[in-house]
């Protein structure tokens, strides 16, 4: 995510885990991350409701969020594409057409709730790109931008000629997407704004754990899309380990502590992967140990 008055966890995060026991001896990751899904690409209706801009400036926006009570992430019955993601054209159609089903899920389920829906724009480059919220690092593999609603992905990261690797980069994509678009449901429902408020009123480990809250919660609201859409998504055997492996990662170790450990990121990400429901994502209300 890159926030308009400050960089705080530029890095996307590929990391959580979805909590499903799978057979057999888990295959070991390839170098490149990657693989293909097909979804139909029709726009998300715009829906009318509650305004973030709207809300009165207190702690319960993070803490006792209506979004919590809305129920589960309705299923998006899309069907990923089936290209193999070789070219930056395959990546940039994969991640639009998973937007197209993020829309579809996120919009029916926050109408629900009362707020008000706007699809993101989506965008890929290649190394480093300015945005309305300054400029990528040349590090960040994708992040959300705030000002504009926009989710840019570096494609580069995310392509592969290679058949064995397709499965991999498959579920790296769709981990990667569906947690920038958990920023774009933040922003939506005005955790986003207060998020800054708290950001901005500590520094040092105060600071970073408050990252880790909004980066965590970001990765389970992308889960708990993928939970209740896996059956649509073909999320079972070698492209659900793929997509498990790569929600289970985090922070590395001596870096920067802005995003969680692999161990809070599977906590989080298998719950809502279980239930669906972002319910499962209120990481603003969870005990320090459970957010490190």
């Not at 966890?9 to 097909?38: E, F």
């Not at 997407?177 to 005005?190: A, I, K, P």
């Amino acid at each position: 995510m890159l926030r308009p008055a400050y960089l705080l966890g530029v890095l996307v995060l590929l990391a959580a885990g979805a909590g499903v026991a799978l057979q057999g001896d888990p295959k070991p990751a390839p170098v490149a991350v990657a693989a293909p899904v097909s979804i139909s690409t029709s726009p998300a209706p715009r829906s009318t409701g509650t305004v973030a801009s709207d809300w009165v400036d207190n702690e319960s926006t993070l803490t006792d969020n209506a979004l919590y009570r809305a129920g589960k992430v309705p299923a998006s019955r899309c069907r990923p594409p089936t290209a193999r993601l070789a070219s930056s054209t395959a990546v940039a159609g994969y991640g639009r057409a998973l937007v197209a089903c993020l829309n579809r899920s996120w919009s029916a389920l926050l109408t629900r709730a009362g707020f008000y829906f706007l699809p993101p724009d989506f965008t890929v480059y290649k190394g480093r790109t300015s945005s309305a919220c300054g400029d990528s690092d040349g590090d960040a593999v994708a992040f959300y931008c705030s000002t504009d609603h926009k989710i840019y992905l570096d494609w580069s990261e995310y392509v592969s000629k290679r058949r064995d690797e397709q499965i991999w980069i498959q579920g790296a994509l769709m981990g990667v997407v569906s947690h920038e678009y958990g920023h774009h449901v933040q922003e939506l429902v005005g955790i986003g704004a207060f998020y800054d408020d708290r950001a901005e009123n500590a520094a040092g480990e105060a600071q970073l754990e408050t990252s880790r809250r909004m980066e965590l919660q970001a990765s389970c609201f992308g889960a708990a899309f993928l939970g209740g859409s896996r059956q649509a998504l073909g999320l079972t055997g070698e492209r659900l380990f793929a997509l498990q492996d790569d929600l289970s990662t985090g922070d590395e170790i001596g870096g920067l502590r802005d995003h969680g450990s692999g161990d809070s990121n599977e906590r989080w990400t298998s719950a809502a992967f279980a239930s669906a429901s972002p319910g499962s994502c209120n990481t603003w209300k969870a005990a320090d140990d459970q957010v490190y």
